[in-house]
Structures are given as structure tokens and as C-alpha cells.
Nanobody, 125 residues
Framework: QVHLVESGGGVVQPGGSLRLSCAAS????????VGWFRQAPGKERELVAV????????YLAGSVTGRFTISRDNAKNTAYLQMNNLKTEDTAVYYC??????????????????WGKGTLVTVSS
């Protein structure tokens, strides 16, 4: 099972940007799809973005389309979530997860049962 560590969260004003990173321990990272989730206070965890193992296919939730970009660098065993034009409703703990794949399809994405600590993103003026 791949071990993932999220980083890059912080406090930013509305309209600002942040880039989150998801570092993986697994050398075969390029055989895993990666998904970014977020959980806002009092709300359920929701899927935000997914990227295929080869990086050729992506999914973005409607609420972040046009503002967020998911990418990956398999040579660095790292996936990223670039977040631009942040809004107060983007405030949440962001988690990454991974799913072993033998093909490059985007959805559905279920991920592993275990979760990391996540990284907190606070958008506030």
C-alpha cells in the first residue's frame, strides 16, 4: 500500500493561489491514479480532482473547474493540486489518495481505506 503525505496548505486571501503536493513512498507510483479530496468543517469529504497514472486524463469537480489543476511528476513520485482564484468556500482540509490501476481511466475513483493527515487550506480576508 502506498504511503502518501500532503503538504502546501496555508492561509490565503480570496483570489489567491496555493499549490498542494502529494508525495508518495511507492516506486511504482506511476501505476497509481491519484485523487484529491477535501473536507470542510461540518461537511462530508468530497472528491475534488483525479489524475490517471500516466497523467493523460484528469477529472475536476464542477465547483473547481477553471480554477484548479491537477498534475503529477512520476519521476518525483509526487502529484500536485494547483489552486487559483481561491474562494472562502474552498476552505477545508485537503487529502490525497491513490488507487492502483492497470489501465488509464479517470472515474470511478475509490482510493485506499487509509487516509493521511491532510493539509489545511484556509481562505479568508
Amino acid at each position: 500500500q502506498v504511503h502518501l503525505v500532503e503538504s502546501g496548505g496555508g492561509v490565503v486571501q480570496p483570489g489567491g493561489s496555493l499549490r498542494l503536493s502529494c508525495a508518495a513512498s511507492e516506486r511504482t507510483f506511476n501505476s497509481y491514479a491519484v485523487g484529491w479530496f477535501r473536507q470542510a468543517p461540518g461537511k462530508e469529504r468530497e472528491l475534488v480532482a483525479v489524475i490517471t497514472p500516466n497523467g493523460g486524463g484528469t477529472y475536476l469537480a464542477g465547483s473547481v473547474t477553471g480554477r484548479f489543476t491537477i498534475s503529477r511528476d512520476n519521476a518525483k513520485n509526487t502529484a500536485y493540486l494547483q489552486m487559483n482564484n481561491l474562494k472562502t468556500e474552498d476552505t477545508a482540509v485537503y487529502y490525497c489518495n491513490a488507487e492502483a490501476r492497470d489501465r488509464n481511466y479517470v472515474l470511478p475513483f475509490y482510493g485506499m481505506d487509509s487516509w493521511g493527515k491532510g493539509t489545511l487550506v484556509t481562505v479568508s480576508s
